[in-house]
């Protein structure tokens, strides 16, 4: 296949998971007037965005089995459709019960989150499926990521800079309804990807770099590669096992219990990693999330401008992320990276609580920091486990990050409730990444069991 259908493809992999950035900012950039109009509470907005990580629990452990069943490029149809449906649910709220639509907002918000938990790791699985094991690829990959997420995180800027501006002219149903929208086209995409990269038996992306005989979608690492602390011989073990109990009748129950199996042989690194990882997306996500009520209630500013200076944590971002890719792809030290990257948001959160330095700078700060992060947490935790079971770890990744966003909304929501400002949440912000910042370096003196760079 040529590199330019490749990239081709690589587009819609990425928009295939632009809806769940774009839908995930769209109550936290409505919240003010969701406040103002429906008299909802804090708490009722935390359980909210609590409610798109609660069906993780359920989603992510199964997406590898499914996964490899189905097909990942066919798997990825059926999130996107979960999305789509959630967001119409949502949309749809307002006009079925004006006068109560929580309920059926949370319905919508579970089945949101059943599908969009599961996508990101899925694309990214996708994409690591694409790059081999040699010492270009993993410095490819840094790059590839870069501007992956430069375009998902232009879908949570977009959310909370336009929004507000349309719920305040327009109002919340037809607001509402174009967020839907945007997760229709993301499932157009999905199912485009679906039909190239399934045509003429090819089950997966992963085929058309290398063939295997009789449909397996398992990729082979390189055996000169040496990637973890004696896992992957162990692990490929495993996974050659499934490939000959394919054809049996409890191939979905001996998979769970190999992929268990897997997850043990992972070093110690990969699960400081994954903390690190959960700490950091609940925290920055989670404040992203209620930022806008936020800066309108502790700032006293209008709803449409709280929304345009939060969404600046996704401008800064996306500008930055590319050239921190790069940068990241060029010059290594990664785990160097993540310590600066934790320290820095441990402190943009102890400025928040402690001075009145202007949102405005501090936001950009954390689009900045959260660049550094994203191009090195994920990219790192390709490094530490083989190839062959980078969809195990990502999925096991993913369920510790959503638990994370599962309890942080509801603990900062009862907290801004309970005291009546948001010193207590703040606090709260600054103990998570000062664990982070602690966890980032103790990785840093196990790095050297691992060739990060």
């Given at each position: 296949?040529?590199?330019?259908?490749?990239?081709?493809?690589?587009?819609?992999?990425?928009?295939?998971?632009?809806?769940?950035?774009f839908c995930y900012e769209t109550l936290g950039a409505l919240g003010p007037q969701l406040i103002e109009r429906l008299s909802f509470s804090t708490s009722q907005?935390?359980?909210?965005?609590?409610?798109?990580?609660?069906?993780a629990f359920f989603s992510l452990p199964v997406t590898s089995v499914l996964g490899d069943k189905i097909g990942l490029s066919r798997y990825a149809c059926y999130l996107t459709f979960l999305t789509t449906i959630g967001n119409l649910v949502i949309a749809f709220s307002l006009y079925v019960a004006m006068a109560n639509p929580f309920p059926i907002m949370v319905v919508g918000q579970l089945l949101f989150g059943l599908g969009a938990n599961s996508t990101y790791t899925t694309m990214c699985s996708l994409i690591s499926s694409w790059f081999g094991d040699s010492a270009e690829s993993k410095r490819r990959i840094s790059i590839i990521y870069g501007i992956v997420h430069a375009w998902l995180r232009f879908g949570s800027f977009a959310s909370l800079a336009f929004l507000?501006?349309?719920?305040?002219?327009?109002?919340?149903?037809?607001?509402?309804?174009?967020?839907a929208l945007v997760a229709v086209t993301s499932l157009m995409s999905s199912i485009i990807f679906d039909l190239v990269t399934n045509k003429k038996g090819s089950r997966s992306y992963s085929n058309i770099k290398e063939e295997e005989p009789n449909g397996v979608e398992i990729k082979k690492c390189d055996k000169e590669e040496n990637l973890s602390n004696g896992a992957?011989?162990?692990?490929?073990?495993?996974?050659?096992?499934?490939e000959k109990s394919d054809s049996g009748d409890n191939t979905i129950k001996y998979k769970v219990v190999s992929y268990f199996k897997i997850y043990r042989s992972f070093p110690v690194q990969y699960w400081i990693l994954t903390a690190i990882i959960s700490l950091f997306i609940s925290n920055l996500y989670t404040f992203t999330a209620f930022a806008t009520v936020y800066f309108n209630?502790?700032?006293?500013?209008?709803?449409?401008?709280?929304?345009?200076?939060a969404s600046l944590v996704c401008l800064s971002n996306l500008l930055s992320t590319s050239l921190f890719g790069w940068i990241s792809s060029k010059i290594g030290k990664k785990a160097y990276s993540i310590i600066l990257g934790s320290g820095c948001l441990m402190t943009v959160h102890i400025l928040f609580q402690f001075t009145k330095i202007q949102p405005l700078i501090l936001v950009c700060a954390l689009g900045l920091i959260q660049s550094i992060l994203d191009t090195t947490l994920m990219p790192t935790l390709s490094l530490i486990v083989p190839h062959s079971t980078i969809t195990q770890a990502y999925s096991l990744t993913s369920l510790a990050s959503n638990t994370g966003l599962w309890l942080l909304?509801?603990?900062?929501g009862e907290l801004k409730d309970r005291t009546g400002g948001w010193s207590a949440p703040n606090y709260l912000y600054i103990s998570a990444s000062f664990t982070a910042f602690a966890l980032s370096i103790i990785f840093k003196i196990l790095e050297k069991k691992v060739a990060l760079n």
């Open positions: 296949m040529s590199s330019g259908k490749r990239d081709l493809l690589l587009v819609f992999a990425a928009h295939a998971a632009f809806s769940t950035f907005m935390g359980f909210l965005f609590a409610a798109y990580s609660m069906p507000p501006m349309m719920g305040k002219k327009w109002g919340l149903q037809i607001t509402l309804l174009a967020s992957d011989s162990e692990s490929k073990s495993l996974l050659n096992k499934e209630e502790e700032w006293g500013l209008s709803p449409t401008l709280s929304g345009q200076i909304p509801i603990i900062i």
